[in-house]
């Protein structure tokens, strides 16, 4: 609580991004067309240098090797950008295929591929675990274990990657199918 309150005005530090913070995570993010990505880089990178600050007068540190730059976009539109780099302490900042927020895993297109791959494959272990074992414990039991260990991990922020591909939808519903 004392950190947030000690980071309650860091948001606020940049002048041309929106923010979103969660506890000691800030996002920093921008919409820009493909023909202005010279002005969003300079934009972004002048509003990396204000948080820079930020950290430095409140005695913060702030490591740009856990810092990550994305790019969201249709695969038309990422694929006519120019190089897009971004420097914070004097790293560069590269676009990366992936990055992990609250457990969950954005890809550059918003497929959400990776984020069912990693879904399926978890529920499956655990159905596979608990399908070895459920001759030994009563049904109420096995409802409880399954919607913890299984339904829990289906849900998780299914409201941000609900809208992926129809082949993803299925193999979300087939373990659906075989949990039942």
């Known amino acids: ?3 947030g309150i000690y980071g309650n005005d860091l948001p606020s530090t940049p002048r041309n991004c929106l923010t979103e913070s969660y506890v000691d995570d800030t996002k920093l993010y921008m919409s820009f067309r493909p023909q202005d990505c010279g002005d969003t880089i300079s934009a972004m990178n002048e509003d990396l240098v204000s948080i820079r600050n930020w950290c430095f007068d409140n005695g913060l540190l702030l490591n740009p090797d856990k810092t990550n730059l994305s790019i969201y976009g249709r695969r038309q539109a990422t694929a006519k950008l120019p190089e897009f780099r971004l420097k914070l302490l004097g790293k560069d900042l590269e676009p990366t295929e992936t990055v992990k927020d609250l457990r ?3 890809d550059k297109n918003l497929t959400f591929n990776e984020r069912v791959i990693k879904t399926v494959s978890l529920c499956m272990s ?3 675990q608990i399908s070895r074992v459920k ?17 829990s991990k289906l849900y998780y922020c299914s409201s941000v990657w609900a809208n992926t591909t129809d082949s993803n939808i299925k193999k979300l519903q087939d373990i659906q199918i075989f949990a039942a």
């Open 126 to 128: 655990r159905l596979g």
């Open 104 to 106: 969950v895993i954005f």
């Open 1 to 3: 609580m004392l950190f």
């Open 135 to 151: 001759h030994a414990f009563r049904r109420d039991i096995l409802i409880i274990t399954i919607n913890s260990l299984v339904f």
